[in-house]
C-alpha cells in the first residue's frame, strides 16, 4: 500500500519550552538574521509596492548556521531522534549522488509541533504581515511591554530561519517580504476579493511556489509555520505523482474518472498511452506561467518552460504547477486541459491517498517537498493500491479554500518559508563538534574574529559586542513598523 499523506512528529512539551525560550531570549536582545534597513526604499519589481519603506536584505549566514546549530543541539539534549533523523533525510535527499527517495524516507507532508500553542499569545495577527520586530501597539510604554511584545514578532523568523539551517537549505528571495516571503497574511482587497490572486479573498487553487523565477531554482521545500488561525481556515495538500496516475480498470473510481477525460483521450487509444503522451509532452518547453491571474496585472512569468522540468542540479524533476498557466500549441492546450482537470478531480474526490487537508495551529510546523524530487517511472505496472504511476515521489501541491471574513476583515495569519537547497553549504550535526562550521565560515570569510562562539548562550555576541541588536537599537530610537508604508 502506499504511503500516508501525513506523518507526525510529537516533540516532548519540555523540548517545545526548551526551543521557544531559546529562540524568545535571542529576540528579547532585538536580535534578527537579517539587518532591516527602514530607511530604505524597496528594491524589487512589483508596482504595487512601488511605495514601501524598508529594506530586507540576505540572511547572515553565520546567524543562520548557529540558529540551526542550536535547535539541532536542544533535539539532541532532549533525545528527540525522530525529528533529528528525518531532517538527516531532508538533508541527505538532494545530494551529490542524485535525489534517493527509497524506502519511503520522506514523507508527503511531515507534521512537528515545534513551539507551544500559547507562544504567540497575545499578539495582533496584523503585526504579523512582517515580523520585523518593529510593529508595536501605541498603548504600550514601558520598555519590558515593548521587548516582549517585539521578541514574540521575532519568534516565527526565527523559528523559519533555525529550520532552513535544519535541512540545508536558505530562504526563499523576494524582497519584499523580510525572511523573504515569510509571512502570508490574506485581507479582503476590493480588486481581489473576486478573482483566484495570491492575496485576495479568493479560491487560492493548488500550486508551487516560485514558479516565476526565471532560473531553476525553485523552491525545492515549503515550510508552514502556524501563527494565528482564527478562522480555521485550512491547506489543502495533493501529490504530485497521483496527478499522473492511471487507476485500474477494477477500481470503484475507473468509469467516473475516465469520463473526465473521455473527450481529451483520442479514439482507439487507453488511458495509459494518453497518461504516457501527457507526461512526455509535459517535459516540452510549451508553456507559460504568470503571478497573479492571466491577462491582469500579473507582471512576474515564466516563459515557454516544461511544465516537468529536469531538476539541472540534483536529477530527477520539479513540476512548475499553477492555476494560472497556458500553452502555446495544441498539444501543450490537451496537457494543460488535463491538469486542471486532474487537480479538480482529485481535489473533489478527496481520496485518502491524494488529499490532505491541514489547518494549522499557532506552533505547528508543516514540511512538504515543493513540486521536487520526482522520478520519471518509465513502464509503471500497476501496484497494490490498483494504480499505475508515471512520475514517483514525494513532491506535493498545495491550496487554500475559500476564506471566511468576518465583520468585513479577513482575520487570518500564516507564516510561510519556502526554503531553498544550498549546495555549497554544509550542516553539522553537534555530535559533529562546532568547529567545522566555524573552519567553514572563516575559509568563506563570515567571520572576521577567531573569538567566534557558537555557544547556544553566547549567540550573535561576536556581531553585536555591545550585546544588542539591531531591532533593539531601532526601537530605542523610536522606530515603528506601523508607520512604515507596506
Known amino acids: 500500500m502506499h504511503r500516508r499523506l501525513l506523518n507526525v512528529i510529537e516533540l516532548k512539551k519540555e523540548t517545545q519550552e526548551a526551543i521557544a525560550h531559546y529562540l524568545l531570549n535571542i529576540a528579547l536582545n532585538g536580535y534578527d538574521v537579517q539587518d532591516f534597513n527602514p530607511t530604505l526604499p524597496y528594491q524589487g519589481t512589483k508596482r504595487s509596492l512601488a511605495q514601501q519603506q524598508g529594506y530586507y536584505?540576505?540572511?547572515?549566514?553565520?546567524?543562520?548556521?548557529?540558529?540551526?546549530?542550536?535547535?539541532?543541539?536542544?533535539?539532541?539534549?532532549?533525545?528527540?531522534?525522530?525529528a533529528l533523523d528525518c531532517f538527516k533525510s531532508y538533508r541527505e535527499l538532494f545530494s551529490s549522488a542524485g535525489i534517493s527517495q527509497s524506502k519511503g524516507a520522506i514523507p508527503y507532508i511531515q507534521k512537528i509541533q515545534f513551539l507551544p500553542e500559547d507562544s504567540f499569545a497575545g499578539i495582533d495577527p496584523a503585526h504579523l504581515v512582517s515580523p520585523n520586530g518593529l510593529r508595536i501597539p501605541d498603548e504600550l510604554d514601558t520598555w519590558r511591554e515593548i521587548q516582549e511584545y517585539s521578541a514574540k514578532l521575532l519568534l516565527p523568523k526565527l523559528l523559519l530561519a533555525a529550520i532552513c539551517s535544519l535541512h540545508n537549505q536558505r530562504p526563499w528571495m523576494d524582497l519584499d517580504m523580510d525572511l523573504q516571503s515569510t509571512m502570508h497574511t490574506m485581507r479582503p482587497d476590493p480588486d481581489k476579493v473576486q478573482v483566484n490572486a495570491g492575496y485576495g479573498g479568493g479560491y487560492i487553487k493548488q500550486h508551487t511556489d516560485g514558479y516565476w523565477n526565471q532560473q531553476s531554482n525553485v523552491p525545492l521545500m515549503v515550510v508552514f509555520l502556524g501563527i494565528s488561525?482564527?478562522?480555521?481556515?485550512?491547506?489543502?495538500?495533493?501529490?504530485?505523482?497521483?496527478?499522473?496516475?492511471?487507476p485500474a480498470a477494477t477500481s470503484p473510481i475507473?468509469?467516473?474518472?475516465?469520463?473526465?477525460?473521455?473527450?481529451?483521450?483520442?479514439?482507439?487509444?487507453?488511458?495509459?498511452?494518453?497518461?504516457?503522451?501527457?507526461?512526455?509532452?509535459?517535459?516540452?518547453?510549451?508553456?507559460?506561467?504568470?503571478?497573479?491571474?492571466?491577462?491582469?496585472?500579473?507582471?512576474?512569468?515564466?516563459?515557454?518552460?516544461?511544465?516537468?522540468?529536469?531538476?539541472?542540479?540534483?536529477g530527477g524533476y520539479l513540476f512548475r504547477a499553477k492555476s494560472t498557466f497556458q500553452g502555446t500549441s495544441a498539444n501543450a492546450l490537451?496537457?494543460?486541459?488535463?491538469?486542471?482537470?486532474?487537480?479538480?478531480?482529485l481535489s473533489e474526490q478527496r481520496l485518502a491517498d491524494a488529499y490532505q487537508e491541514i489547518s494549522l495551529s499557532p506552533g505547528e510546523v508543516y514540511l512538504a517537498l515543493n513540486g521536487a524530487g520526482l522520478q520519471l517511472n518509465a513502464k509503471p505496472a500497476y501496484?497494490?493500491?490498483?494504480?499505475?504511476?508515471?512520475?514517483?515521489?514525494?513532491?506535493?501541491?498545495?491550496?487554500?479554500?475559500?476564506?471566511?471574513?468576518?465583520?468585513?476583515?479577513?482575520?487570518?495569519?500564516?507564516?510561510?518559508?519556502?526554503?531553498?537547497?544550498?549546495?555549497?553549504?554544509?550542516?553539522?550535526?553537534?555530535?559533529?563538534?562546532?568547529?567545522?562550521?566555524?573552519?567553514?565560515?572563516?575559509?568563506e570569510g563570515s567571520v572576521a574574529s577567531e573569538a567566534v562562539s557558537l555557544n547556544r548562550t553566547d549567540f550573535f555576541r561576536a556581531d553585536c559586542p555591545q550585546g544588542q541588536g539591531i531591532v533593539t537599537q531601532f526601537l530605542q530610537q523610536g522606530v515603528r513598523g506601523n508607520a512604515l508604508k507596506r
Not at 507559460?288 to 529536469?310: C, H, I, N
Open 383 to 443: 501496484e497494490a493500491d490498483g494504480y499505475a504511476y508515471w512520475m514517483k515521489g514525494a513532491a506535493t501541491i498545495h491550496g487554500r479554500h475559500q476564506l471566511t471574513a468576518v465583520n468585513g476583515k479577513i482575520d487570518r495569519t500564516l507564516a510561510r518559508g519556502n526554503s531553498l537547497y544550498s549546495p555549497e553549504r554544509t550542516f553539522y550535526t553537534p555530535e559533529d563538534g562546532a568547529e567545522h562550521l566555524l573552519a567553514e565560515l572563516r575559509v
Open 57 to 82: 536584505p540576505s540572511c547572515n549566514l553565520l546567524r543562520l548556521k548557529q540558529l540551526g546549530y542550536a535547535v539541532a543541539d536542544i533535539l539532541l539534549e532532549h533525545q528527540e531522534h525522530t
Open 254 to 314: 475507473y468509469e467516473q474518472w475516465c469520463g473526465v477525460f473521455q473527450d481529451l483521450i483520442p479514439a482507439g487509444q487507453t488511458p495509459e498511452d494518453f497518461i504516457e503522451w501527457v507526461v512526455f509532452e509535459a517535459f516540452k518547453p510549451q508553456f507559460s506561467f504568470v503571478m497573479g491571474v492571466l491577462g491582469g496585472d500579473a507582471q512576474r512569468g515564466v516563459y515557454e518552460t516544461p511544465l516537468l522540468e529536469k531538476d539541472p542540479n540534483y
Open 334 to 345: 490537451t496537457v494543460v486541459e488535463f491538469t486542471n482537470r486532474m487537480i479538480a478531480f
Open 229 to 246: 488561525n482564527p478562522n480555521q481556515e485550512p491547506t489543502y495538500f495533493i501529490p504530485v505523482e497521483a496527478i499522473f496516475r492511471v
